[in-house]
T-cell receptor, first 113, second 111 residues
Framework: DGGITQSPKYLFRKEGQNVTLSCEQN?????MYWYRQDPGQGLRLIYY???????QKGDIAEGYSVSREKKESFPLTVTSAQKNPTAFYLC????????????FGSGTRLTVV | KQEVTQIPAALSVPEGENLVLNCSFT??????LQWFRQDPGKGLTSLLL?????REQTSGRLNASLDKSSGRSTLYIAASQPGDSATYLC??????????FGSGTQLTVLP
């Protein structure tokens, strides 16, 4: 079955650590996205990539970094510069966002300990 | 900048009732509007996608409408069931092919 796989489901980060969230898709979608969701709020865009080896900052990119070396993969690194990283992180992809919309993964919950 | 608002933030109804969830947006220059369902601690499941040229879409007991001129969309759920309990999110896709989300409506259907 085609879909988006996010791992791990739960992740714990110590102060000062960098952590990487995985997002893999087998849908052959060109575009991939990372969103952050805080309780009671809508999703906010962190980074997006329309094509391999290219990505752009979203609304809240500070303290995050990404790479897009393969079409299937779009990992997100939460760096120590992100002061409030505790949130639910969602990855999405699209082949033609206008015609077909977006597909989302099941999310990773990151907690700072 | 696009802003999306969903009212009410929470809604509780008895099983079997028909209900309407509201979504409003400030910039009518959208390519489409998508309704999602989110269960607690889970990802988003796409329910309906309405293109900017369309007025409504239907899937089973769900019907979504779009009025670009007034900046409004509604999600109609017929004959609600306890299994419909979830948070419903609407999102608009604009010129940068990015989604702008509302904060969601948390629906509880009581048996």
């Amino acid at each position: 079955d085609g879909g988006i796989t996010q791992s791990p489901k739960y992740l714990f980060r110590k102060e000062g650590q960098n952590v990487t969230l995985s997002c893999e898709q087998n849908l052959n979608h060109d575009a991939m996205y990372w969103y952050r969701q805080d309780p009671g709020q809508g999703l906010r865009l962190i980074y997006y990539s329309q094509i391999v080896n290219d990505f752009q900052k979203g609304d809240i990119a500070e303290g995050y970094s990404v790479s897009r070396e393969k079409k299937e993969s779009f990992p997100l690194t939460v760096t120590s510069a992100q002061k409030n990283p505790t949130a639910f992180y969602l990855c999405a992809s699209s082949i033609d966002a206008v015609r077909y919309g977006y597909t989302f993964g099941s999310g990773t919950r990151l907690t700072v300990v | 900048k696009q802003e999306v608002t969903q009212i009410p933030a929470a809604l509780s109804v008895p099983e079997g009732e028909n209900l309407v969830l509201n979504c409003s947006f400030t910039d009518s220059a959208i390519y489409n509007l998508q309704w999602f369902r989110q269960d607690p601690g889970k990802g988003l499941t796409s329910l309906l996608l309405i293109q900017s040229s369309q007025r409504e879409q239907t899937s089973g007991r769900l019907n979504a409408s779009l009025d670009k001129s007034s900046g409004r969309s509604t999600l109609y759920i017929a004959a609600s069931q306890p299994g419909d309990s979830a948070t419903y999110l609407c999102a608009c896709s604009g010129s940068a092919r990015q989604l702008t989300f509302g904060s969601g409506t948390q629906l509880t259907v009581l048996p």
